[in-house]
């Protein structure tokens, strides 16, 4: 089972967009997934078609339970599997976000405490890949995503501030996993939402080339037009017709298959920084 949170420290650049398009192409390559909305905003539930009926299902109360939790049994089943040309018998389950997570969303707390939702999916056995969306902060959540992730991939617009907060997101992450040791090897970028006719966009594409290497994972995601009522829908860009979101899949597809290239290695980032 891969573990890959994908996180940003900058609201806004499409975080939760890269979660639910990574859980389209696993859905559509018939891997079974697990997504764990850890943001208390919940949006990566709303967008994968799934609300909280349950107090117990969200994913703070289980994370609260601690060895009594149960992450599997309290997942909710995507409406995603059931349409299109969906496999039989297909494995997209939601963990769902609610306010009550925001407990552990603050900056002291203890290493047992980060380890409580690595134990809660320690004990699945139903799913080959779990795909965490995190706040947009350095908290509390956010580190206990990392204590349970093999891999991390950060979200990017090719924009200074973007650009710059990925920069210190890295190094954050950096000196995260080499103090508490953990099962974290591999650090990546996905430039999101680019668009080939601004200048700024390409120059700021270029200098990400230039500062994150091999660890700025392709395709670059070009801005979607019809993201936005795709996720209004609480549809998989895999199910929405169209060339565009055809296309979009493709790049979600391609994606996917890199971070599973990346899974095995384990990679220390080594950042260059360059002048804005």
Request: charge should be positive.
């Amino acid at each position: 089972m891969q573990v890959v949170s994908i996180s940003s420290l900058k609201g806004g650049v499409g975080k939760t967009s890269v979660t639910l398009g990574l859980a389209s192409a696993a859905l559509a390559a018939g891997t079974p997934t697990l997504v764990v909305d850890l943001d208390p905003h919940a949006d990566a539930s709303t967008g994968l078609g799934v609300a909280l009926s349950d107090p117990q299902q969200e994913v703070g109360r289980q994370i609260k339970a601690g060895r009594r939790g149960d992450l599997e049994a309290h997942a909710a089943v995507s409406p995603w599997t059931q349409r299109g040309k969906t496999a039989q018998g297909a494995v997209l389950d939601v963990a769902v976000g609610g306010a009550f997570g925001t407990v552990y969303d603050r900056p002291d707390l203890r290493n047992r405490d980060l380890r409580r939702l690595k134990s809660l999916l320690e004990k699945t056995s139903k799913y080959q890949l779990v795909l965490i969306d995190c706040p947009p902060s350095l908290n509390g959540l956010t580190r206990m995503a990392w204590t349970a992730s093999h891999q991390a991939v950060l979200v990017a617009e090719p924009s200074l501030f973007s650009v710059a907060g990925t920069e210190r997101t890295m190094r954050a992450l950096d000196m995260f996993r080499n103090e508490f040791n953990t099962g974290l090897n591999s650090i990546n970028v996905v430039a999101n939402r680019f668009r080939d006719t601004s200048t700024e966009q390409r120059f700021r594409l270029s200098e990400m080339r230039r500062m994150f290497g091999s660890q700025l994972l392709t395709p670059v995601l070009p801005d979607q037009a019809d993201w936005q009522q795709i996720q209004g829908a609480a549809y998989s860009v895999h199910q929405w017709p169209g060339e565009s979101a055809r296309t979009t899949a493709t790049h979600f597809d391609q994606l996917l298959k890199g971070l599973s290239g990346t899974s095995g290695a384990a990679k220390r980032s080594r950042v260059r920084t360059s002048a804005p």
